[in-house]
């Protein structure tokens, strides 16, 4: 089986984005659409998970398998221990607020 870096499936997951806007009607053009945002959407979750366990060590005071036990998640991908759980939604609600603004931002012409 072959083994594909993050940004190769970013990239391939972003042009099939590009080759369905061109099918509107076609009914699998849209679900291989919803596909494709859907593997976007876990790859930037993955990514902020990440960004988010290695803050929270750096951050949270625990060390060894205290810290490990932090990161335990349950059968849906949450975290058990209230600390890392309550960090994670704050994380997840703040970059939410980040990209939401960055949206609205209104580009100025530098002189």
């Known amino acids: 089986m072959s083994k594909f870096t993050k940004e190769q499936l970013i990239t391939r997951a972003k042009m099939r984005l590009a080759m369905v806007a ?6 699998l053009a849209q679900m ?12 930037g ?5 990440n960004s988010f366990e ?3 060590s750096a951050t949270c005071g625990l060390s060894g ?8 998640r349950d059968d849906a991908g949450e975290y058990i221990y209230s600390g890392a759980a309550d960090a ?10 980040i990209h939401h ?3 609205k ?3 100025h012409e530098t002189d």
């Open 22 to 27: 061109g099918f509107p009607e076609s009914t």
């Open 32 to 43: 291989d659409k919803q596909l494709a945002e859907i593997a976007l959407a876990v790859m």
């Open 45 to 49: 979750e993955l990514h902020d998970r």
């Open 54 to 56: 290695r803050w929270y």
């Open 65 to 72: 398998t205290d810290l490990e036990s932090e990161f335990n």
């Open 88 to 97: 994670w939604k704050a994380w997840k609600a703040s970059r939410a607020d």
């Open 101 to 103: 603004y960055a949206e």
């Open 105 to 107: 931002a209104v580009k």
